[in-house]
């Protein structure tokens, strides 16, 4: 017959939706015949598969062809009444928005029992772009190397579990992932040009492969909610070749580039003199613009927990000999069933019932260290009896040895504590750093007394390492201590005494003179605020009058203050102390306090928001700098950027998220109205 049908064999044909489709010959035209439903649609060579992939999507023979494995197996149900059940709807949002935050949640998927199945329209939406965007953050948040889109595993994988999916390729994806960080860029510059106080940045250096160096420059801030947000702003590769003066400027520009050089209040750095001047030169161009606060002495932050790092390597480093016999006698314990044996034997003859392991450290994590060595301590006298039994043993340490074992072990053990209680938070403020801080300049006081020439011969190497940090931020620590409401100045009344002796009285005035400098500052800025002359003052504008007038402003209040009238400050170290409890968030106490002292609390929103150390919990007693993974440091400068800093973005914006109404942490906002 001159029409009679001829499936043409579409193996050849490309495109993945040919597997649910015959392409039939009826004369000289051509039609795609649906294996599902047997609907016939145009199956020319010019009309695309566009049409194709539509009928798909509504295709209810295809929909409906998995319903009983769904709704199977129930008991007592009739076959009949079983195959009227569709499913209805499945909602999708069909226009995504990059912005949006995804959350990991059921579609609404709903069943309806029906006489007649036709009568159940099935409305379906397949959207390419929300799916590009959602394999984008996928990669980002979970920093998967871009060659992922492809893999051959990942596209049978992707095409098996959506065929309607149109794969993107390597330029595509990083494409998508460029947008998404402009998107959340903006949300960020947003928010830092909402925020009610001022910004501190901290910045870390990150290693590459080979050589590449990476500059991360981090906002920290207290918002008008009173939490706190910390934000990278920039992800640079650094030019070794590059001069303090470079990087000072690459900073600067950094800075200028979100638009908070004005509201800058401090810089955290690590405590290295490298460092230091380059931070003395941001501060002095900040200071020539009088965009800085107290003359900016509070400005350069040294990093606490950096601090803590060095400080236990340089205890590690002169223990390193006897660590070594250490390490030795481990493995030689360890190194047969039958030696194993005979140790626990000089265990049980000296009454150790510890049930503890001896284990080999991690050399990369300093606290690996401590705690191999912190066991070991505990079997000391079956290591010291074991020579008297197997002469092959030779590498226990001596009596001398051991005891300075236990003096180093337990300064390692305060470090490790202070440094769980800087990190053991994402949410740490400045105020509980000060007694911390406090009890290891104590410690090593004491040890620089010591009679054993080795401890105090480190504690001198220690305390000198010390007392640049101290230098640096003493100031900071105590005045972020004192508006703490539980401890304002008694806190500095006792350490001091005990750290100063008899200097301590004017070491006390210093730190209530910087005190009052601060309030007054931030009195000042607020009167101009009030009065519409931020622009001058707090934003570095440009009004010249403006600015020659700032000491008239600073002169009328402090001429104003008569005797009997009390400041904020006044009040607030008059009153009594607050109650000691350990659940005390004093963010929440300065939120509803803000009305009872509005300057102080000004002031209290910039202090607690500096971070006094910036180690995350996750390297902070890693050895060495932070290391970008191998997939992304083969990336472009700008691509490496943009990745860091939106998975950075898209992670707070998670956990604030999280903290607040408790979904799943992942983001694909499907409509489930």
């Not at 928005?97 to 309806?112: D, H, M, N, R, S």
């Not at 314990?333 to 080999?360: D, H, R, T, Y």
Request: aromatic share 10%; proline share 3%; glycine share 4%.
């Amino acid at each position: 017959m001159e029409n009679e049908a001829v499936i043409i064999d579409s193996s050849r044909l490309k495109s993945v939706v040919w597997k649910d489709f015959d392409r039939v010959k009826f004369g000289d035209s051509c039609v795609a015949m649906c294996k599902h439903c047997q609907k016939k649609l145009s199956g020319s060579s010019t009309s695309g598969t566009s049409h194709l992939r539509n009928h798909l999507v509504r295709c209810r023979r295809r929909l409906n062809h998995d319903v009983p494995q769904l709704v199977g197996g129930t008991r007592g149900r009739k076959k009949k009444e079983a195959a009227t059940v569709a499913v209805a709807t499945v909602v999708v949002d069909q226009q995504p928005q990059i912005g949006q935050v995804a959350t990991l949640v059921q579609p609404k998927i709903e069943y309806a029992f029906a006489k007649d199945c036709s009568n159940n329209l099935v409305n379906g939406y397949f959207d390419q772009k929300r799916s590009r965007f959602d394999l984008a953050r996928m990669i980002i948040m979970h920093g998967y190397p871009l060659q992922i889109v492809e893999d051959v595993g990942f596209k049978t994988f992707v095409r098996n579990l959506q065929p309607l999916f149109e794969f993107v390729t390597f330029d595509g994806v990083e494409g998508d992932c460029m947008q998404i960080y402009h998107k959340e860029k903006q949300k960020v510059s947003d928010l830092l040009d909402k925020l009610p106080g001022k910004i501190s940045l901290s910045a870390d250096m990150w290693i590459g492969k080979g050589e590449a160096k990476y500059l991360c420059l981090t906002a920290h801030c207290v918002d008008d909610e009173w939490k706190i947000k910390k934000k990278i702003l920039n992800f640079l590769l650094v030019d070794p070749s590059h001069t303090e003066d470079m990087l000072s400027d690459v900073i600067m520009m950094s800075l200028m580039e979100w638009d908070i050089d004005r509201k800058l209040f401090s810089m955290t750095f690590d405590t290295y003199s490298t460092y230091d001047n380059i931070i003395c030169k941001i501060r002095d161009r900040l200071s020539q613009s009088k965009l800085l606060l107290c003359d900016g002495q509070l400005f350069h932050v040294s990093c606490a927990g950096n601090l803590i790092k060095h400080m236990a390597q340089d205890a590690l480093e002169a223990l390193s000999d006897v660590t070594d016999k250490i390490r030795e006698s481990i493995r030689y314990v360890k190194s047969s069933q039958a030696m194993q044996e005979k140790f626990n034997e000089m265990a049980q003859l000296v009454g150790i019932n510890s049930q503890k392991c001896l284990f080999l450290d991690n050399t990369l994590q300093w606290s690996s260290t401590y705690f191999m060595i912190d066991i070991v301590l505990e079997f000391k006298d079956a290591f010291s009896l074991l020579p008297e039994h197997d002469p092959d043993y030779t590498m226990c340490p001596s009596f001398e040895e051991w005891e300075r074992v236990v003096v180093i072990a337990s300064y390692l053990k305060l470090l490790i504590e202070v440094s769980n209680i800087f990190t053991g938070s994402s949410h740490v403020t400045a105020n509980t750093h000060f007694p911390e801080i406090c009890e290891i300049h104590l410690q090593l006081i004491g040890w620089c007394h010591k009679s054993d020439d080795f401890v105090s011969s480190l504690g001198m190497k220690m305390k000198s390492r010390f007392d640049e940090y101290w230098k640096k931020c003493s100031l900071a620590l105590a005045i972020a201590s004192i508006l703490d409401p539980r401890f304002k100045m008694k806190l500095i009344e006792y350490y001091y005494p005990r750290i100063y002796g008899d200097s301590s009285p004017e070491c006390i005035d210093i730190v209530s003179n910087c005190m009052k400098a601060l309030y007054h500052d931030h009195y000042i800025n607020s009167t101009l605020a009030s009065d519409g002359q931020v622009s001058g003052t707090m934003d570095g504008g440009g009004n010249d009058t403006r600015d020659r007038l700032i000491g008239f402003d600073r002169f009328l209040h402090e001429t104003s203050q008569g005797p009997n009238i009390k400041t904020d400050l006044d009040k607030y170290l008059e009153e009594p102390l607050f109650p000691r409890s350990n659940d005390f968030n004093i963010l929440n106490w300065w939120k509803v306090h803000t009305p009872r002292y509005p300057i102080l609390s000004m002031m209290a929103r910039n202090i607690l928001g500096i971070p006094l150390s910036k180690v995350s919990s996750d390297s902070a007693f890693d050895i060495g700098d932070r290391v970008l993974d191998p997939h992304w440091t083969l990336l472009r400068s700008n691509t490496v950027q943009a990745l860091m800093c939106a998975r950075d973005w898209m992670l707070n914006e998670s956990e604030d998220t999280k903290s607040s109404a408790n979904p799943s942490p992942l983001a694909i906002c499907y409509d489930t109205s």
